[in-house]
């Protein structure tokens, strides 16, 4: 493909855009003082509600397991509305979710724990108040069956209604409902501490390295940077550690250059471009280069390259990318391999990004 092609596909272009990397930003539309609120919460009043078909029913198992669970994070919770406190957490469950209109798209609205207006079975919402103003912040928890009567009659219980209650108890016990709370209210330090301890299984850490990227917790870098180390953690605190301020691009260049992983090297490529655009750091275009069509680069690591140094655009990846494009030009498969489809499409988007005419005029 010659540079006057390039230049002419104007149209192909939109296409190949829908295909780019993009970054998530983490939730900001609190004021200042907001903030302020939040990052001081301590004493937390739990409201929960238990409505089965019969009515309001025993809430006492959902109530235990929400204090108990904020307690996990240091929190001090509790039912007595008259004691003084900084946030009231309100757990709603129904055995027959009740119908609240046509929600909305987009942003956390389409994350598998946002309320679904299409689930009518058993579930729990959680939500939260900030002095006496409810926050635009639910989360939803569900049972595995949609039909309580039928779920009882399956497990031989006698009424569905405790027996979707206590599906539902058990739900939220396991949900990360303390960890998302504790990271909407800007309080990563509760998080790291978390982390740290020895009772703190995996799959809970790697939760919280993710929390911890999308806060941009510049606080989280040492042990973001520990968490590289140990092989199950270190994909997720490569993808953090994009998020992260510039202090990370050095550890990111390292992991990139030198891990023996694939997976790990991908993951930091991401970064640097995140890390690049976010702060226009053209640092991270020299390492890219170097590695973009290194002998033996992995085409997952090159194709994650080559998006990253789209989202960087620098005049000095010009000739890389072109050179590479002629490169992939000269291959044909039939049928086309996958993985080399999708790095031309990286190639061709970034080198769109990075090119003009004027620089050769």
Request: proline share 6%; charged share 25%.
């Amino acid at each position: 493909m010659t540079r006057c092609s390039l230049t002419a596909a104007v149209g192909a272009l939109i296409l190949v855009c829908s295909l780019a990397p993009s970054a998530e930003a983490y939730r900001d539309y609190f004021s200042e003082a907001q903030k302020k609120e939040l990052g001081k919460i301590q004493k937390v009043l739990v409201e929960t509600l238990a409505l089965t078909d019969k009515g309001p029913g025993n809430a006492d198992g959902i109530r235990d397991v929400v204090i108990r669970r904020m307690d996990e994070l240091g929190y001090s919770a509790t039912t007595d509305s008259t004691l003084p406190h900084d946030v009231v957490v309100r757990v709603k469950c129904e055995q027959r979710k009740t119908w609240e209109g046509t929600a909305s798209a987009g942003g956390d609205n389409d994350l598998l724990d946002a309320p679904s207006r299409l689930w009518k079975g058993p579930a729990c919402q959680i939500t939260y108040a900030l002095g006496g103003m409810k926050i635009k912040w639910q989360k939803e928890v569900r049972t595995e069956f949609e039909d309580a009567g039928q779920a009882a009659q399956i497990a031989h219980a006698a009424d569905p209604g405790p027996y979707a209650m206590n599906a539902l108890r058990d739900a939220l016990e396991t949900y990360e409902f303390p960890l998302l709370l504790t990271a909407e209210w800007g309080q990563p330090d509760r998080l790291l501490k978390l982390m740290d301890s020895p009772d703190t299984s995996q799959f809970r850490k790697l939760k919280i390295i993710s929390l911890l990227g999308e806060m941009v917790a510049d606080e989280a870098l040492p042990q973001l940077t520990e968490a590289l180390k140990d092989k199950d953690l270190a994909k997720q605190a490569a993808v953090a550690l994009g998020n992260m301020g510039q202090e990370g691009i050095p550890v990111l260049i390292d992991i990139l250059k030198n891990s023996k992983q694939p997976d790990l090297q991908a993951a930091a490529a991401k970064g640097l471009g995140d890390l690049g655009n976010i702060h226009s750091d053209s640092r991270v275009v020299p390492p890219l280069l170097e590695m973009l069509d290194a002998p033996g680069i992995d085409i997952v690591v090159q194709t994650e390259i080559a998006w990253a140094l789209g989202r960087v655009p620098d005049r000095r990846s010009v000739e890389p990318l072109f050179a590479l494009d002629r490169k992939l030009q000269k291959i044909r498969k039939d049928p086309p391999d996958p993985q080399i489809k999708k790095l031309k499409e990286a190639v061709f988007w970034s080198i769109k990004q990075v090119y003009t005419e004027d620089q050769y005029s």
